[in-house]
């Protein structure tokens, strides 16, 4: 540490200072990105999320830690209002495994991954425009039969 200029010292300070400034209007980009993997035994590895209420974009990365292959355990992150969960779920099986179980056009999903099978993931960013720190969400996997093992409540913290 002796041998760094001074110089090089004063650019570092002035650099921490601007970061400091850029994450007190605004959550920083890791806190927005939330992982999340399921198993073969139709289990997500947390039944908690969440984010800043300060993000304006989520980044959700799904993982399958498993090897079933997606037609027998696929498995999917949809986000809607915890009130909508159920019938959201419940609809959605008849919309197959090409729309990942999500009925075409529901306005109650808020975000949703395809289906993954084992050794597979995937990753999606959301607005959370329309969404409020006052609201119950819930995620889960709209696979049928999966929905109701396969939940957590979502949480943007004021
Ligand atoms: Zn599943």
């Not at 939330?34 to 300060?54: C, G, H, R």
């Not at 498995?75 to 009925?103: C, F, I, Q, R």
């Not at 093992?149 to 913290?157: E, H, N, P, R, W």
Request: proline share 3%; glycine share 8%; aromatic share 6%.
């Amino acid at each position: 540490m002796k041998a760094k200029s001074t110089a090089l010292r004063n650019v570092t300070s002035t650099s921490l200072i601007g970061l400091g400034l850029l994450f007190a209007s605004q959550a920083s980009a890791n806190e927005c990105e939330l992982k999340i993997a399921a198993t073969d035994a139709m289990q997500f590895d947390t039944k908690e999320l969440s984010v800043p209420a300060s993000c304006k974009e989520v980044t959700l990365t799904l993982t399958h830690t498993g090897t079933l292959p997606k037609a027998a355990m696929g498995h999917n992150w949809v986000l809607t209002k915890a009130a909508d969960m159920s019938a959201v779920a419940t609809e959605g099986m008849s919309a197959g495994p090409d729309a990942a179980y999500v009925k075409a056009g529901d306005t109650r999903v808020i975000a949703h991954t395809p289906l993954v099978g084992g050794g597979e993931s995937t990753s999606i960013t959301f607005s959370t425009a329309g969404m409020s720190a006052t609201e119950a969400y819930q995620f889960f996997c709209s696979f049928p039969g999966h929905w109701a093992i396969m939940q957590g409540s979502f949480k943007l913290k004021a």
